[in-house]
């Protein structure tokens, strides 16, 4: 649990020395709790202290990260359970799950394809994080030839399911060396695959028929020596789903309850109709999941979802710019038209989608105006006649076209003076004020 | 180990609002509609009783659309011709409610006359049983010209008239008001823009009984996050007491996913985006679990597929999980 300024205080010499630089122990301590300076500022702080801040100040959600060769999966770390609280910061890892009872060439072609699966969203390159290989067939030796198959088909990280510590261990052979995620322990096989787990250096998912059997395990499994844990509450479906989400992000962020302080993972495969695993693991996208274990891969529905993944996890105190620049939409031809706007996201989208979804052809100049919206922007002079003349000869817009006509947002109609001043061989045209009636205006005013 | 859920203690509740009449009362329907309720954010069955599911809105048109995704007329067939079979098809895909969109004008271009726009509503209550919403074009004096003539025409029918927005909601909600319906009122994503207008509602002695609001949203990839933590602050704020966000909340997925191109586009798009037809249909339906799970109390939709995985799935969220 956090602790409060004076908490800390307490904990503080209590000198005033002001080395640290702030004029008293309790600013510091102040400071302190509100997490903008770092302890290691005060020269004079006991060890004793020390220890206790430390562990207050560990995150409620402990950080799991999973590793192979070239390639990190991080879960946790979560602070708060509404993403405009604060902001959610590790984006669920999620993993295509591949049977071991498969024939070797439809393992290979799954991996191979999810592998080299690659979307690109606003600039941003979408990848799905790794893979899971289940026993089914109950042999060793299969198991771990399919993690072998896997290994060649894909160099991502790795979670390796199965009950038998003797499957388990046969599996964790053919990767030494990774950090992979063991899955899992329960109640019977717990002390084996903990072995397991602090033997290779791997984290490990714990299973739980309820959440206090799941902490019992927990804590029997910690006490072995195993801290990097990842819980499987069950609950298959929506509901049980969000339920546990929920009271396991509750109690870990508002309680700071260790026994259950993990990421969760989720199986929305488990579910079978393919329609409803895309809902569901977009439930776990916005509901506190950790990782993530698909079984269908298409793109079609993992497009979908890292989309979704990428929206939730974006910080909501820095609204997402666009890169400036000039985007074309529906193909452009030089005599089709020019229309300006700013690089908020929101305002971006708003112009780029009723233009797209219209079907008529324009020149796109995204002018920065430092993730501002129209108005905003006009109104903190991040959006006014020099800047967007700016963006104009910087874009080299005048050798993309024949005609050169340049439509404002209706909003800041009133620059359309200043605009002919800076751009002599432009005509100004003052579009709409929303982007919702864009088509209209291009039909008819264009 | 005991472990005792952290449980929140709220003091407020969304209002319930019930949609169209029946004979009874005074109305055609031959079911009512009720939304709202909520005593805890969506689904915390754990917290408190979630008195009534979220439901489903079908849109259609009062004519064929002119500009919609292909896989919509694909999936519509001759059903789109006639707002009559369109209202028929959609109930019998699972719509619980319908939501008859006025288009700004006819096939040729004409600007739709308010005796057009009495005969597709009335056509469509007649043709179905549920509760009706109906929308205007969307531009200010046509939507008040529609309107107006729409709700004297089905006088208490109990419809949902829309949309108002802060520039456009005096005549609607004064009809509204005089023809014994209900309004819907659209901000966009802002939770203290969505106050106002309902502030500005109840200055008209409207009841709030009979107000959804519609705090808007962005499809998936194009600022569905604006929309579902707005959703979750509005929410919030009306079980913090709130009373003028303690209304329940209606969203339009169907409308804002067809827009996007993933949606609408099926043609010199990235190999990586896949099947055009399943893709779409994610789209909407990731776009509508998101915002379901943010609050939402009606969900408009447009494809009867996403139609049968949305009920799928709001029947498993309102169900009481054994373990919990």
């Given at each position: 649990?956090?602790?409060?300024?004076?908490?800390?205080?307490k904990?503080?010499?209590?000198?005033?020395?002001?080395?640290c630089?702030?004029?008293?122990?309790?600013a510091?301590?102040?400071?302190?709790?509100?997490?903008?300076?770092?302890?290691?500022?005060?020269?004079?702080?006991?060890?004793?202290?020390?220890?206790?801040?430390a562990?207050?100040?560990?995150p409620?959600?402990?950080?799991?990260?999973?590793?192979?060769?070239?390639?990190?999966?991080?879960?946790?770390?979560?602070?708060?359970?509404?993403r405009?609280?604060k902001?959610?910061?590790?984006?669920?890892?999620?993993?295509?799950?591949v049977l071991?009872?498969?024939?070797?060439?439809?393992?290979?072609?799954?991996v191979?394809?999810?592998?080299?699966?690659?979307?690109?969203?606003?600039?941003?390159?979408?990848?799905?994080?790794?893979?899971?290989v289940?026993?089914?067939?109950?042999?060793?030796?299969?198991?771990?030839?399919?993690?072998?198959?896997?290994?060649?088909?894909?160099?991502?990280?790795?979670?390796?399911m199965?009950?038998?510590?003797?499957?388990?261990?046969?599996?964790?052979?053919?990767?030494?060396?990774?950090?992979?995620?063991?899955?899992?322990?329960d109640?019977?096989?717990?002390?084996?695959?903990a072995?397991?787990?602090k033997g290779?250096?791997?984290?490990?998912?714990?299973?739980?028929?309820?959440?206090?059997?799941?902490?019992?395990?927990?804590?029997k499994?910690k006490?072995k020596?195993?801290?990097?844990?990842?819980l499987?509450?069950?609950?298959?479906?929506f509901?049980?789903?969000?339920?546990?989400?929920?009271?396991?992000?509750?109690?870990?962020?508002?309680?700071?309850?260790?026994?259950?302080g993990?990421?969760?993972?989720?199986?929305?495969g488990?579910?079978?109709?393919?329609?409803?695993?895309?809902?569901?693991?977009?439930?776990?996208?916005?509901?506190?999941?950790?990782?993530?274990?698909?079984?269908?891969?298409?793109?079609?529905?993992?497009?979908?979802?890292?989309?979704?993944?990428?929206?939730?996890?974006?910080?909501?105190?820095?609204?997402?710019?666009?890169?400036?620049?000039?985007?074309?939409?529906?193909?452009?031809?030089?005599?089709?038209?020019?229309?300006?706007t700013?690089?908020?996201?929101?305002?971006?989208?708003?112009?780029?989608?009723?233009?797209?979804?219209?079907?008529?052809?324009?020149?796109l100049?995204v002018?920065?105006?430092?993730?501002?919206?129209?108005?905003?922007?006009?109104a903190?002079?991040?959006?006014d006649?020099?800047?967007?003349?700016?963006?104009?000869?910087?874009?080299?817009?005048?050798?993309?076209?024949?005609?050169?006509?340049?439509?404002?947002?209706?909003?800041?109609?009133?620059?359309?003076g200043?605009?002919?001043?800076?751009?002599?061989?432009?005509?100004?045209?003052?579009?709409?004020?929303?982007a919702?009636?864009l088509?209209?205006?291009?039909?008819?005013?264009? | 180990?005991?472990?005792?859920?952290?449980?929140d203690?709220?003091?407020?509740?969304?209002?319930?609002?019930?949609?169209g009449?029946?004979?009874?009362?005074?109305?055609?329907?031959?079911?009512?509609v009720?939304?709202?309720?909520?005593?805890?954010?969506?689904f915390?069955?754990?917290?408190?009783?979630?008195?009534?599911?979220?439901?489903?809105?079908v849109?259609?048109?009062?004519?064929?659309?002119?500009d919609?995704?292909?896989?919509?007329?694909?999936?519509?067939?001759?059903?789109?011709?006639?707002?009559?079979?369109?209202?028929?098809?959609?109930?019998?895909?699972?719509?619980?409610?319908?939501?008859?969109t006025?288009s700004?004008?006819?096939?040729?271009?004409?600007?739709?006359?308010?005796?057009?726009?009495?005969?597709?509503t009335k056509?469509?209550?007649?043709?179905?049983?549920?509760?009706?919403?109906v929308?205007?074009?969307?531009?200010?004096?046509?939507?008040?010209?529609?309107?107006v003539?729409?709700?004297?025409?089905?006088?208490?029918?109990?419809?949902v008239?829309?949309?108002?927005?802060?520039?456009?909601?005096?005549?609607?909600?004064?009809?509204?008001?005089?023809?014994?319906?209900?309004?819907?009122?659209r901000?966009?994503?802002?939770?203290?823009?969505?106050?106002?207008?309902?502030?500005?509602?109840?200055?008209?002695?409207?009841?709030?009984?009979?107000?959804?609001?519609?705090?808007?949203t962005?499809?998936?990839?194009?600022?569905?996050?604006?929309?579902?933590?707005?959703?979750?602050?509005l929410?919030?704020?009306?079980?913090?007491?709130?009373?003028?966000?303690?209304?329940?909340?209606?969203?339009?997925?169907g409308?804002?996913?067809?827009?996007?191109k993933?949606?609408k586009?099926?043609?010199?798009?990235?190999?990586a985006?896949?099947?055009?037809?399943?893709?779409?249909?994610?789209?909407?339906?990731?776009?509508?679990?998101?915002?379901?799970?943010?609050?939402a109390?009606?969900?408009?939709?447009?494809?009867?597929e996403?139609?049968?995985?949305v009920?799928?799935?709001?029947?498993?969220?309102?169900?009481?999980?054994?373990?919990?």
């Open positions: 649990m956090a602790l409060t300024g004076i908490q800390i205080y904990l503080l010499p209590q000198t005033n020395c002001k080395e630089g702030f004029p008293t122990c309790l510091f301590a102040m400071k302190l709790a509100a997490k903008q300076v770092e302890l290691s500022a005060c020269p004079y702080v006991s060890e004793e202290s020390k220890a206790q801040l562990e207050s100040a560990a409620p959600i402990r950080l799991i990260s999973l590793k192979s060769d070239g390639f990190e999966v991080k879960a946790g770390n979560e602070i708060v359970l509404y405009h609280e902001t959610f910061y590790n984006k669920p890892g999620v993993f295509i799950r071991d009872s498969d024939p070797v060439e439809v393992m290979q072609g799954k191979a394809a999810a592998n080299s699966f690659k979307v690109n969203y606003v600039g941003i390159d979408l990848t799905v994080d790794g893979f899971a289940a026993s089914v067939s109950g042999d060793p030796g299969v198991f771990a030839n399919a993690v072998s198959v896997v290994r060649k088909a894909s160099q991502r990280p790795l979670i390796l199965s009950r038998s510590s003797e499957i388990m261990a046969a599996g964790l052979q053919s990767i030494d060396g990774e950090t992979p995620l063991i899955y899992g322990a109640v019977d096989n717990w002390e084996a695959m072995d397991l787990a290779h250096n791997a984290a490990l998912a714990v299973i739980g028929g309820d959440l206090e059997g799941l902490a019992d395990l927990t804590e499994v006490a020596g195993v801290e990097d844990l990842v499987d509450p069950g609950g298959r479906t509901s049980p789903g969000l339920t546990y989400g929920t009271q396991i992000r509750r109690l870990s962020v508002k309680k700071n309850f260790r026994p259950l993990y990421p969760v993972i989720a199986f929305p488990d579910i079978g109709d393919a329609g409803l695993e895309a809902m569901l693991a977009a439930q776990a996208i916005a509901k506190y999941a950790g990782f993530i274990v698909l079984d269908h891969f298409t793109p079609e529905s993992i497009y979908p979802l890292l989309v979704l993944r990428q929206n939730i996890y974006t910080d909501p105190q820095k609204p997402i710019q666009v890169q400036p620049g000039v985007y074309e939409i529906n193909n452009p031809k030089p005599e089709d038209p020019v229309l300006v700013t690089n908020f996201s929101i305002t971006y989208f708003s112009v780029a989608n009723e233009v797209e979804g219209s079907g008529l052809p324009a020149w100049v002018a920065d105006a430092e993730g501002m919206s129209v108005l905003t922007a006009w903190a002079g991040k959006f006649s020099e800047r967007i003349a700016k963006s104009v000869k910087g874009f080299n817009v005048a050798e993309k076209v024949t005609k050169k006509r340049l439509v404002i947002p209706g909003h800041v109609a009133v620059l359309s200043e605009l002919e001043e800076e751009l002599p061989d432009w005509e100004i045209r003052v579009g709409p004020r929303e919702v009636d088509p209209a205006f291009m039909k008819q005013a264009l | 180990m005991p472990i005792e859920i952290p449980l203690k709220w003091p407020g509740a969304v209002r319930t609002v019930t949609l009449a029946t004979a009874a009362e005074g109305g055609t329907r031959t079911k009512t009720t939304v709202g309720g909520e005593k805890a954010m969506p915390l069955h754990f917290e408190s009783e979630m008195p009534y599911p979220p439901v489903i809105a849109e259609i048109r009062d004519r064929r659309p002119d919609w995704s292909p896989l919509l007329y694909k999936a519509w067939g001759e059903a789109i011709e006639d707002p009559a079979a369109w209202a028929k098809a959609a109930e019998e895909a699972g719509a619980e409610l319908i939501q008859l006025i700004l004008t006819d096939s040729n271009g004409v600007t739709t006359t308010p005796q057009a726009a009495v005969a597709a056509a469509v209550l007649e043709a179905t049983g549920l509760p009706l919403l929308f205007g074009p969307g531009q200010a004096e046509v939507d008040n010209d529609l309107l003539a729409v709700a004297e025409a089905a006088k208490g029918e109990r419809l008239l829309g949309i108002c927005e802060d520039k456009n909601y005096r005549t609607i909600v004064a009809t509204a008001l005089a023809n014994g319906h209900l309004v819907t009122a901000t966009p994503m802002d939770v203290n823009l969505a106050k106002q207008l309902n502030i500005l509602i109840n200055d008209m002695g409207f009841p709030m009984e009979r107000v959804l609001m519609d705090p808007t962005g499809a998936l990839g194009y600022g569905i996050e604006y929309g579902f933590s707005a959703m979750e602050r929410r919030l704020a009306a079980l913090q007491g709130d009373s003028m966000t303690q209304l329940p909340m209606i969203v339009t997925p409308f804002e996913a067809w827009k996007a993933e949606a586009v099926g043609e010199g798009v990235p190999a985006w896949g099947d055009w037809e399943q893709r779409a249909i994610h789209w909407e339906t990731l776009t509508t679990i998101t915002l379901l799970e943010s609050g109390d009606i969900v408009v939709l447009r494809h009867p996403s139609v049968r995985r009920r799928a799935t709001v029947l498993d969220l309102m169900g009481v999980p054994q373990t919990a």
